[in-house]
Structure formats: C-alpha cells, structure tokens
C-alpha cells in the first residue's frame, strides 16, 4: 500500500489543479454581460428586469402620457450596474429599446436595434485588431428577451420582420410577458402557435446546448423541462407580498387571488432566470462569440479581400 500511495504521488504533475486557477482568476476578473431587452410598451419588460436581477434599472426614468408618445421614435438606452454575489461580480448592462413598436407606421422600425448590435460587432472587431487588446470591452449583445404579447393569436407581423432581421445576429429568448392574464389552457396554446410559428417563418432562436452524459437524471429532466417550456410565460413584480408571518413572497395582488412570481405553478419566471444566470450565461456568451460574433468577422474580412475594396484602398 505503501509503495502505491509513492507512485501515486511521484505520477502526479499538478495539471489536475488549473481549474481552480481559472476558477480564481475569472472570479478576480468579473463578468460582463450584456442583455437586450425588446418589445411593444406596456408588456412589464422593465419590471421583468428588475425581477431577475433583484435591482431597480429604472428609477430615474419618466413614463410619457399618450401625447408625449405620438412623436416618439426608437431609441437605445443603456442602463448598467454592477452587481456582487458571494465573491462573484458581474457588470450586467441592459439595453433597454423604449419607443419600439409604438408608432403608428412600424416600418423598418427594427433597423436601430439591427444596426445597434453590428456597431457593437464593429467595435468589438477595431479593437481586436488593434495594438492594445489587454482592455477590450465587450459590449457585444449576448442575448435579446423578446417580449412577446399575450394577447391576439401567435405572432404579429412586426414580431416575424424583427426577428427575422436579427436571429443571425443574436441569441433570442422570446418571451410572453403578462402571462398572469391567460389561463394555462391558453398558455399551452399560445406556445404551440408561437413554436409553428417561429418554424415556418425560419426564424431561428437560441438553442440550449445538450446535457454532458454525466449530469444527473434530475439536471436532465430540469434541462428537458426548461426547452419544452419556450417561449417563457413571464410575470414580474417587485411588490412583496406578506400572506403569513412564515410565508412572504413577490407577487402581484388581484381581487380574486394572489400570484407568485417565483412558483412554477403560475409561471416560468423561475426557469427563465435559472437559464439565463444559472445554466446558460456563460453558453450564451459562447455562442455570441464563436457564432454570431465569428460569422460577422468572417463578413468583413472577405469584404477587405475582395479585388475592389484592395483597389479602393489603395488609391485611399
């Protein structure tokens, strides 16, 4: 025994521990995230915000009356905050597209966000082909909650144009917002058409990755749950309501009950914020960088090789 414990110890390297390494530097480091946030006004998509990330984002914003929206255009706001839990920091920023779909004419409203997230592709690409790539900052978009209304049948023409014109850039987690206002029998219905829907049109949205065969039954049933579950019926509320001395929970009021946000009886809150901070930050990032990001560069470097752009700059 005591000559394979010797050997054991004389075969050991010490590689086994660079997990732990990049476990300490990542945590020294931080995080960034940066999640896009779209849809018509009124669907609770700031609240929904503020409901996965236990912070108020939209404090400071002022809501306009329905004149003040009339001339109202599409517009790109950030809000950033760095949050901190047991160690682990994350700079989480949100883009935030007040105005969109608010018009009257709709048409081509989409292109700001397009374009949003290629300048940030762009930016992203001079800085990785610059001298000094020790600080890049990524404000590349790692994943678009696309709020979807609960009322109506499926998607509308707006929802389709849109996401057509970004699910090649993007990880789209569509969402159905307000969820609380359609029966479960509706629910399961409306998922459905949005699900055909969403096929026919070829549109395609984020894909959660497959379960490593060593996870767990129980992860691979959550795992099958949570992809069974999409598009996500969402409720969000930062009101806390007290029931009981034992029993205090965010919810929201109504005169014939009280829903929980975080029970998974009444919504899929719980499983969208566990894909999304959980499971799948990190995949989302991935794919937005060795896909979305990698087929964008692939674009402008063909671009920079082609015969005429040579010719154009070498008369620049």
Excluded at 119 to 140: C, M, T, V, W
Aim: hydrophobic share 35%; aromatic share 8%; net charge negative.
């Amino acid at each position: 025994l005591g000559r394979t414990r010797q050997w054991d110890d004389k075969d050991y390297v010490g590689f086994a521990t660079l997990p732990t390494q990049v476990h300490r530097k990542s945590v020294k480091k931080g995080f960034d995230f940066t999640l896009m946030v779209a849809g018509e006004s009124g669907l609770g998509k700031s609240t929904l915000v503020n409901s996965l990330f236990l912070t108020d984002l939209y404090k400071d914003r002022i809501l306009p009356d329905a004149q003040g929206r009339i001339p109202q255009t599409l517009e790109i706001v950030k809000h950033a905050v760095d949050i901190e839990e047991r160690g682990v920091k994350v700079k989480l920023t949100v883009i935030d597209t007040p105005g969109f779909g608010d018009a009257v004419d709709n048409t081509e409203c989409w292109k700001p966000i397009a374009h949003y997230i290629d300048s940030q592709f762009e930016q992203y690409f001079r800085d990785e082909s610059g001298l000094d790539r020790k600080n890049i900052q990524d404000g590349r978009v790692h994943c678009c909650l696309y709020v979807l209304s609960p009322f109506g049948h499926g998607l509308r023409p707006l929802d389709i144009v849109f996401l057509r014109a970004i699910h090649g850039k993007v990880n789209i987690v569509p969402v159905i917002g307000k969820a609380d206002s359609l029966t479960p029998t509706e629910v399961k219905h409306k998922k459905e058409k949005i699900r055909q829907e969403l096929e026919e049109n070829g549109i395609n949205i984020y894909e959660f990755p497959d379960c490593d065969s060593d996870e767990d039954e129980e992860f691979k049933a959550q795992d099958a749950e949570m992809k069974q579950s999409i598009p996500f019926a969402v409720i969000g509320s930062s009101q806390v309501v007290m029931e009981s001395k034992d029993k205090v929970f965010r919810g929201r009021q109504y005169p014939w009950g009280t829903v929980e946000v975080e029970n998974a009886a009444h919504c899929d809150f719980l499983k969208l914020r566990n894909m999304l901070i959980q499971t799948h930050m990190q995949d989302l990032k991935d794919v937005t960088h060795e896909v979305h990001y990698e087929n964008y560069r692939a674009q402008c470097i063909q671009s920079l090789t082609r015969p005429g752009a040579r010719d154009r700059s070498s008369r620049a």
